[in-house]
């Protein structure tokens, strides 16, 4: 019965090697990335590996999707670096504690279950638009440089798009980096390389208090950075985990993703770093290109960085910056979803769709912070949601024989967006004295449209006429009996 249990790099020797493999790629590729959001954030770029260490290895146990990366990140660089400028490092890992602290109080309050709101047109946005600032980020690495980088950098693409025909023992991006940094420093060949970036640790990260003074005033300071972290750093973490969720067609728990988070952030505050949440760049490496699917992988990712990083950094450094320009071209091609993009796909698509992606992608891009484009992109498909229901909303009358009564049936979702013209649908100077509205093939959802039909009937009265509504569903009716006639302003 324990065999049953036991992890499958332990029983399958081929999961193993792919996971361990995987870690070592992603660590490769986290190196040159922490470095340039230290750079961002304004501190060593020490800090900024000591955080990719340790998110990855704490999220590996706490965390609650397989195979994920969560490390240094330029979302969560691009929001503390005021406080480092401004106050200093101490502050600086005091917020990051605190982060980690809100990040556990919103997991167990169940913010994960906000990730239900976020429509697929937000979801592709956010993946396509994540793509783009992959291949962007490249953009500055070939720039401004010797000649033979374009050689090298086309040699890297060339392997990582043939090999994988040939054979998948050992992951592509692996065997580019290796062969690219051989032939570099056999060559003698001069370009840019990963030592270039900034120097990289000596030894391991030493666990200690920030140094601030502990009032209430460093409090209120360090607050407001904190719970921007916290929320950027859950909502890049929890779209990216149901991305992998997507890819690798298997569940995660969300609110432990949640909760995990926060606890690796608090590790990561105590022992030095600048903090962080997923990785979607790293996180592709991993799971789409090496085929990694354990939590070993994201452990090794973050231990092989340090053993890179301490044991074996003068070979490190020696790496071109050239052969992980070409992984991450790679990983941003494989992650850009081609299919939304495709004309047949946008004949098809409905228009508000498609503009829902567009809004996404390019907010995104333009302030290249996914929260904002993951709201704006959300809160433009409710608009477009709610302009849509509301179409549906219909009024019809029908005049007794005799003149005596008219019936009027609504059909439709009766909310603040369709409830809003409902007033507008009745004849009240020429209807005869009764009145009669039917809402059988309607639904009420708000206090909108509660007051929107206690309107109607004063309009009625005030003209001497009487108004019965009948045909309410049990949510309807129970809706409307507690609010009718409580609404009216004063």
Known sequence: MLRGLRPDWLSDPKVWRTEV?????????????????????????????????????V??????????????????ALVIAPLNREHGLGYLFAAVILAGIFQIVLGALGVARLMRFIPRS????????LAILVFVAQIPEVRDVPWPVYPLLAAGLALLVFLPKISTAVPAPLVSIVVLTALTVAAGIAVPTVGDKGALPSSLPVPGLPDVPFTMDTLTTIAPYAFAMALVGLMESLMTAKLVDDITDTHSNKTRESIGQGIANIVTGFLGGMGGCAMIGQTMINVK????????????AGAFLMVLCIAFGPIVSDIPMAALVAVMVMVSFATFDWHSVAPKTLRRMPAGEIAVMVITVGCVVGTHNLAVGVVVGSVT?????AKRVARFADVTSVTDPGGGRVVYSVTGELFFASSNDLVGRFAYATDPERVVIDLSAAHIWDASSVAALDA????????????????????????HARLSGELAGH
């Open 59 to 76: 999220i590996s146990v706490v965390g609650g999707r397989r195979a994920m990366i969560s490390a240094a990140t330029g979302a969560v």
């Open 122 to 129: 937000v979801m592709v946005g956010f993946v396509n638009s």
């Open 381 to 385: 498909a409710m608009v477009v949601f």
């Open 289 to 300: 290109v090496s085929g990694a699917r354990t939590r070993l992988s994201t452990f090794l």
């Open 456 to 479: 109607i009937q004063t309009r009625y009265a005030e003209r001497g006429k009487t108004v019965e509504i009948t045909g309410l569903n049990d949510v309807s009716a129970d809706l």
């Open 21 to 57: 493999l995987g870690g070592l790629v992603v660590a490769l590729a986290l190196i040159p990335e922490a470095i340039s959001f230290s750079i961002i954030a304004g501190v060593d770029p020490a800090i900024g590996l000591f955080a990719s260490f340790t998110m990855a290895v």
